[in-house]
């Protein structure tokens, strides 16, 4: 997400950092490069324009020439800069009583909103509501299949008709909730193009008798400007209340994220982050705007490891690393709610001074695996005290996990230097941990080592090999 952006802001920087003192046509050059960036991310040719000559007019009016600092100055206007263009912050979810709160969710066709609705649901349901989703997409065959399934993994009840008409289905499906004690009602509709002018009136017909209190369009973040396009002609159509940006894990150029709410007005409301359905989070646009300048976002690590973690577990986990009782099993433990928390790149960038040290490099998370087999494949005495593990018995766990003895001895190695690591982290204050943090991922990524990982170098080797062949020449 938002990788090549990241990527050419960081150039920038460093570019003006080195400069020492900068002038008003370093600050205009670096201005020409950013916006190269922002068109090239899909970001909207007008929003592109007005961001870069807001940058310029704060940079100069705070006197960025004649700061000590330019470089750090010029980061803090541009992370509030994105911020602005981002925000405000609004993911609260506007509830009627009494109810049912109606959401309808509209959109493209290939938008992800049948799994945004499951998703949603899900989020609802930690918040303590009782959510009915309505299968209102009666043009997509297997929609109604598809959302009954996940109704099912969810536990989370599901209203169909064998009907053709979306009106009545809609209609009907809050009359139930309302029968039923459901607060909360999500209407999937049915996805459309937004030239189809017949299923554009069906969706507003649908607007008019239910009468929804919130209505989320939901918006495929890799298709760039097409996405702020369809936002813009469903909210005339509409009057939307927020979007929903979805696939934002994948290989998307960020052109979406900067744009709707400049163009539309209407807020960003969540962001889907990934396939599993709990990979849905409220939108921070401040949060947003660290990430995308590699500078990490630690509110949302802490909240990710407080939804894995009970307070009661992290002071256990604590102790035991004090005392350097830490064993495989809590290792164990810890990789497997990593595996929860998301991709283990993902999670990485949130850790303020790793997101730059990651570009170019690709940690599988398949490794995870791997050290699941080796664990499960020890014995209890032996994931208690490593140290007993000889010859024999590494040959006995690489044979149970499908490795080799090399792996499990380098594994063994490297949870004994993580323990040793903790025990002397677990001593430090919050500034003492925040500093080892930072200098430990410097040196870990730098060498390209991480404990139990395998981190593959993408580009590097390939750039060598041209420098020699050029030598050669």
Known sequence: MFDALTNKFNDVFRSLSGRGRISESNIQEAMRQVRTALLEADVNFKVVKDFCESVVQK???????????????????VHDELTNLMGPVDSKIYYVSPGPTVIMLAGLQGSGKTTTAAKLAKLLVKRGKRPLLVADDLQRP???DQLKTLGQQLNIPVYSEDSKNGVAVAQHGVNQA????????????????????????????????????????????????????????????????????????????????????????????FIGIGEKLDNLEEFHPERMASRILGMGDVVSLVEKAQEQFSQEEAIKMQEKMAKGSFTFDDFLKQMQAMKKMGGMKDIMKLVPGLGSQLAGMQIEDKEISRIEAIVHSMTQKERRDPDIIDASRRRRIARGSGTEPMDVS???????????????FSGLGMMGRMKALKQMGNMDLMSGKMPGLKIKQRSHRKRVDRKKKNRRR
Request: glycine share 8%; charged share 25%.
């Open 59 to 77: 940079a100069l009016g705070a006197e960025v020439i004649k700061s000590l600092h330019p470089s750090q100055l010029m980061v803090k206007i």
């Open 142 to 144: 297997a929609a109604i």
């Open 178 to 269: 309302r029968k039923s004690g459901q607060d909360v009602v999500i209407l999937d509709t049915a996805g459309r193009l937004h030239i189809d002018v017949e299923m554009m009136n069906e969706l507003t017909r649908v607007c008019d008798t239910v009468t929804p209190h919130q209505i989320y369009l939901v918006c495929d973040s890799m298709t760039g400007q097409d996405a702020v396009n369809s936002a813009k002609e469903f909210n005339e159509k509409l009057e939307l209340d927020g979007v929903i940006l979805t696939k934002l894990d994948g290989d998307a150029r960020g052109g979406a994220a900067l744009s709707v709410k400049a163009v539309t007005g209407k807020p960003i409301k």
């Open 410 to 424: 380098g594994l063994v190695k490297t949870f004994n230097q993580t323990r040793q690591m903790m025990k002397a």
